[in-house]
Antibody
Framework: EVQLVESGGGVVRPGGSLRLSCVVS????????MSWVRQAPGKGLEWVSG????????NYADSVKGRFTISRDNAKRSLYLQMNSLRAEDTALYHC????????????????WGQGTLVTVSS | EIVLTQSPGTLSLSPGERATLSCRAS???????LAWYQQKPGQAPRLLIY???SRATGISDRFSGSGSGTDFTLTISRLEPEDVAVYYC????????FGQGTKLEIK
C-alpha cells in the first residue's frame, strides 16, 4: 500500500522558519518525482514545489521562490521542504504528493497524496 | 499562467442521477494535460482522471472525463452517497494550477 506521511508542521511567527518532512512507503521512492501542494484553510489547492527522482532538478511556484527549498533523501525515502521567511499567507495544510513521471520537477499530475501537515504563521 | 474556472460552485443531485462538472481554462491546455481529483471531507485529494479522459488506477467506470482545448468535463453517472466531495480540475505541463472546486451534494 502506498503511504505518504508528512510531519513538521506547527505554529511559527512571521519571518520564521520551519522544515517539513514526508516519509513514504509502499513503492520505490527513487522511481518517482515528488511535489508539495498546499491548501489554505477552507480554500483550494496550490502547487508549491517539485523535485525530480534524483534530486538534482527542482521547481517552485512564484509565491515561494527564494524562500522555500525542496530536497529529498532517497536512502531515507524522505522528501523535505525548508520554509524560510514565512508569511501569514503561507498558512496552509501542506501535502506531499507523488508524481508518476520520474523526470518531472512538478509540472505534472499527482497520483498519491499524504494527509498533510498544518503550518500556521501567526504573531 | 493558466486560470481554471470550475462550474457550478455547488451541485445538489439525487442518488442515481448523473453529475456534469465543468472546467474551463483561460488558454488552451496543451496535449490535454488536465486532471481531476476528488477530495472528501477530512481526506487527501484522490486522483480520478488524467490526460483529460484516462481513469486512474482503481477508479470506478462511473467516473469519466472528456474535453480538449479550453473546455473539459467530469461526468459521474449513477450517483451514490459516497460521491459527496469537492472535485478539482488541474492542468499540468506548465506551472500547475487548480480550479477552485465544485462541491457535490447528494440530496
Amino acid at each position: 500500500e502506498v503511504q505518504l506521511v508528512e510531519s513538521g508542521g506547527g505554529v511559527v511567527r512571521p519571518g520564521g522558519s520551519l522544515r517539513l518532512s514526508c516519509v513514504v512507503s509502499g513503492f520505490t521512492f527513487d522511481d518517482y518525482a515528488m511535489s508539495w501542494v498546499r491548501q489554505a484553510p477552507g480554500k483550494g489547492l496550490e502547487w508549491v514545489s517539485g523535485i525530480n527522482w534524483k534530486g538534482d532538478s527542482t521547481n517552485y511556484a512564484d509565491s515561494v521562490k527564494g524562500r522555500f527549498t525542496i530536497s529529498r533523501d532517497n536512502a531515507k525515502r524522505s522528501l523535505y521542504l525548508q520554509m524560510n521567511s514565512l508569511r501569514a499567507e503561507d498558512t496552509a495544510l501542506y501535502h506531499c504528493a507523488r508524481i508518476p513521471n520520474q523526470y518531472s520537477t512538478g509540472w505534472w499530475y499527482f497520483d498519491y497524496w499524504g494527509q498533510g501537515t498544518l503550518v500556521t504563521v501567526s504573531s | 499562467e493558466i486560470v481554471l474556472t470550475q462550474s457550478p460552485g455547488t451541485l445538489s443531485l439525487s442518488p442515481g442521477e448523473r453529475a456534469t462538472l465543468s472546467c474551463r481554462a483561460s488558454q488552451s491546455v496543451r496535449s490535454s494535460y488536465l486532471a481531476w481529483y476528488q477530495q472528501k471531507p477530512g481526506q487527501a485529494p484522490r486522483l480520478l482522471i488524467y490526460g483529460a479522459s484516462s481513469r486512474a488506477t482503481g477508479i470506478s467506470d462511473r467516473f469519466s472525463g472528456s474535453g480538449s482545448g479550453t473546455d473539459f468535463t467530469l461526468t459521474i453517472s449513477r450517483l451514490e452517497p459516497e460521491d459527496v466531495a469537492v472535485y478539482y480540475c488541474q492542468h499540468y505541463g506548465s506551472s500547475p494550477s487548480f480550479g477552485q472546486g465544485t462541491k457535490l451534494e447528494i440530496k
